[in-house]
């Protein structure tokens, strides 16, 4: 077991429980996106769908029922179909295809935000239809079981919705929980879950739970702006070195 894969893991695991626990979910997928730089990208993503899916029991009983109703039942109903394409696009991809698709969605996550942040588009603003909600939840199955991304897709959704920030943050609680449950049928059925992976994920899960704890605390206390801001970094530099590598 690579000591070098195993430190990078805890930081993966504690970021995503730090996001998953307070922050809606928007920058988990970085920790896929780092150990992808260490290890193949199948690898990466099976390393990290036990680790999500343990924060997703951690998190959702604080968030119990504040979810959205109308907007996770869309995305989720939405999400079950893009599992099911984003399966068959992996089974045709290779490595450096997977890299290539990690490092681009890393790159357009924080282009994304960046020009939210600069108010060109406003949340709450021509707030999105609620059946909307199952393309976005498509969209976000896909990129979800591609790279562990599913939470932009969602995002675009939601934030037109004008949910207030815990029931957002509820909603995409509840959704990633049945979406990482559903994909871990198919993972296993790739051969993305290996001896080495699931020992690796012992090793993590106490990062990962002490990062759900963080984050559900957080969630009330600690401004959105210090948490993204060092995330946004972190994906820019990865998401630039996976499609380096993905090409060259």
């Known amino acids: 077991m690579n000591v070098e894969v195993v430190a990078i893991g ?14 809606g979910s928007g920058a988990s997928f970085a920790g ?13 993503l099976g390393i990290m769908l036990p ?14 029922r504040q979810w959205g109703r109308l907007e996770v039942t869309m995305l989720i109903l939405g999400g079950v179909p893009g599992i099911g394409l984003g399966m068959l696009f992996y ?5 450096d295809l997977l890299r ?24 709450g603003q021509a707030p999105l239809p609620g059946w909307s909600g199952v393309l ?3 969209v976000a199955g896909f990129t979800s079981f591609v790279s562990h991304a599913g939470g932009p897709p969602a995002a675009v959704y939601l934030l037109s919705r004008g949910l207030d920030k815990t029931r957002y943050q509820a909603t995409t609680v509840l959704m990633f929980f049945v979406f990482n449950i559903v994909k871990a049928v198919p993972y296993g059925m790739l051969g993305l879950f290996t001896r080495e992976t699931l020992m690796i994920d012992l090793i993590l899960a106490p990062f990962a739970l002490l990062g759900a704890w963080i984050g559900v605390r957080a969630h009330r206390i600690m401004p959105e702006r210090a948490f993204f801001a060092v995330t946004y970094v972190l994906l820019t530099i990865t998401g630039a070195k996976l499609i380096w590598d993905g090409v060259f």
Not at 34 to 39: E, G, M, N, S, T
Not at 51 to 64: K, Q
């Open 10 to 23: 805890v930081f993966a695991a504690l970021l995503a429980g730090v996001s998953k626990g307070g922050f």
């Open 51 to 64: 680790v999500l899916m343990l924060i997703d029991v951690a998190t959702l009983r604080p968030y119990w």
């Open 32 to 44: 896929a996106a780092i150990l992808a730089l260490f290890v193949p990208p199948a690898m990466a």
């Open 136 to 138: 976005a939840g498509l």
């Open 100 to 123: 290539l698709l990690i490092g681009g969605i890393a790159l357009i996550f924080v282009l994304w935000q960046t020009v939210l942040k600069a108010r060109v588009m406003r949340r």
């Open 91 to 95: 089974r045709s991809a290779d490595a």
